[in-house]
């Protein structure tokens, strides 16, 4: 699919009809995290790819929002592995987790499988109840499945602020 029209046909699907995706669609959503820059190239992600009815409904006792997905991905990152910038205040470990967390998201909808991005979880929770190891955060949950029939984008979805307002050129 053209770049353009993944980043345009890409919106949060908010009800799945439960059909699982295969695969060769998971492997190749995968693959494009694993293809994500990272600081220093440090590649301190760790994605765990959940289908299982047992952890299906671990997620579902820590967040509403899977929303009948039948598969959903756990972005983490390595705490211990991260590159702390200049000034000491940030580091790399949630941008880096985040870019990986957006390649999945775009290289799904050019799989065409709809997805969610998920923030709406305590990560220490979710951590505990997925028995992570202790060196890794949770940043976010993917959703991904096949829209039910009649889902799709909400109304916010073509609602975007005008450049004219998140732009400047100095
Ligand atoms: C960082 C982030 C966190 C989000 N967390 C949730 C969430 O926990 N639950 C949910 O239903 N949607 C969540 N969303 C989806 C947003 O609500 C959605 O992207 C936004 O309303 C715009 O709609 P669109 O993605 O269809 O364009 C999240 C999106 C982002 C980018």
Known sequence: ??????????????????????KEKIDSI???????????????????????????????????CRYGAPTVLVVAFDKNNVFTYPGGKRDSGVEDAAI?????????????????WLNFFDPDKAAEVLGLPENEEILMILDLGYAAEGAGPLENHNSR???SETVTYL
Not at 1 to 22: A, L, N
Not at 106 to 116: I, M
Request: with cysteine; glycine share 4%.
């Open 1 to 22: 699919m053209e770049f353009t029209e993944v980043i345009k046909k890409r919106y949060s699907c908010k009800k799945y009809d439960g059909r699982q995706v295969e």
């Open 30 to 64: 995968l693959e494009a995290g694993r293809l994500a820059p990272t600081a220093k190239n440090l590649q301190e992600q760790h994605i765990y790819v959940i289908q299982s009815d047992k952890l299906l409904t671990k997620i579902d006792e820590i967040t509403p």
């Open 100 to 116: 990986v967390a957006t390649h999945l998201t775009l290289a799904a909808a050019n799989e065409g499988v709809d997805s969610c």
């Open 161 to 163: 602020k005008p450049l």
